[in-house]
């Protein structure tokens, strides 16, 4: 399962808007929450764990989509890089 998909999943499951997760981790604005269920960009490391322990979710599955995520964006990134030193070549 991808992320955004999961963090909304545990937020509505838990009866939670966007608003009171963003406000429960600092944030002033809801767009923050949207943007992760979205796709848009990832929660920060530093955030993390909050978020875990507010949603309840379970923490090797959280581990598990961001190391899958992270792979995915580096092998994107390092083909993408290998393509553009062989065309200079």
Not at 29 to 39: D, L, T
Not at 54 to 82: A, W, Y
């Amino acid at each position: 399962m991808e992320s955004y998909k999961y963090f909304k999943k545990m937020r509505t499951e838990r009866g939670l808007t966007q608003e009171e997760v963003s406000r429960f981790l600092g944030y002033s604005s809801k767009q923050i929450v949207s943007n992760w269920e979205r796709g848009t960009c990832m929660p920060p490391l530093n955030k993390l764990a909050q978020l875990v322990k507010l949603l309840e979710m379970d923490k090797e599955i959280v581990m598990d989509i961001f190391l899958n995520e992270t792979q995915v964006l580096l092998e994107g990134h390092l083909r993408e890089k290998s393509r553009r030193t062989k065309k200079r070549a």
